[in-house]
């Protein structure tokens, strides 16, 4: 598998950084290629403790750091990009690096929507730039509503690299629980569809003029 991080005339230490950060993520797991397309590589994963396979999208996109945190600390903006989400919404600020949002996933029925509360925080380290963000879900937040499914686990990592010519690479992986008894065969066959259709998504919301020229006190491009 290509390294999705690319380093161009960096001081030694970042590279020595990055192989030990790739080595991390892929060392225990198996990932098997379902689509490659427009840039995006989608991969799944059967992790030992789950009946879900585990899902990773390996992609570059034409944006910045800055672009991207603009987009995903706005929760509100979700339904314009992750697929099939109908609403989406802050609960609290915890701080310009951390959130909590509320999201709901529409399914067919007889299916129940899903929802979730998301625990959102962003980290960069101070000599690569890589950013990592992780988005788990958090319980006694907001309360059951009736008539949808509460996610019982959904835990989620980015880890995005700053690219020359303003580019990121991005590596994102998500293990999820839907809860609800929906079987796993019926997730698992169409598990590559909703990843490359959201990053597709993604990429084209990461163009619009409203998130450029906007700057976080965490992190530098």
Request: aromatic share 10%; charged share 20%.
């Amino acid at each position: 598998m290509t390294n999705f991080l690319k380093f161009h005339s960096k001081p030694y230490i970042s590279i020595l950084f990055t192989c030990f950060l790739c080595y991390s993520l892929e060392a225990q797991t198996e990932w098997n290629l379902k689509k490659d397309k427009e840039g995006i590589a989608v991969y799944t994963a059967k992790l030992e403790d789950s009946k879900f396979k585990s899902i990773r999208v390996v992609c570059e996109f034409h944006a910045s750091l800055s672009q991207l945190v603009a987009v995903l600390m706005q929760p509100s903006l979700q339904p314009e990009w992750v697929l099939a989400t109908k609403e989406a919404n802050l609960v609290k600020q915890i701080s310009s690096a951390r959130i909590y949002y509320y999201a709901e996933a529409a399914l067919p029925w007889p299916m129940n929507n899903r929802d979730m509360v998301i625990d959102l925080s962003m980290s960069q380290h101070p000599i690569t730039k890589l950013l990592t963000i992780r988005a788990n879900t958090i319980d006694n937040i907001l309360p059951i509503k009736e008539g949808k499914q509460r996610v019982p686990l959904s835990q989620a990592i980015w880890l995005v690299q700053p690219l020359p010519d303003n580019k990121i690479s991005i590596d994102y992986q998500i293990k999820i629980d839907p809860g609800g008894g929906i079987p796993p065969w019926m997730v698992n066959l169409f598990i590559g569809k909703a990843p490359f259709e959201s990053f597709k998504n993604l990429s084209k919301l990461l163009s619009d003029k409203r998130f450029k020229g906007q700057h976080f006190d965490f992190l530098k491009d």
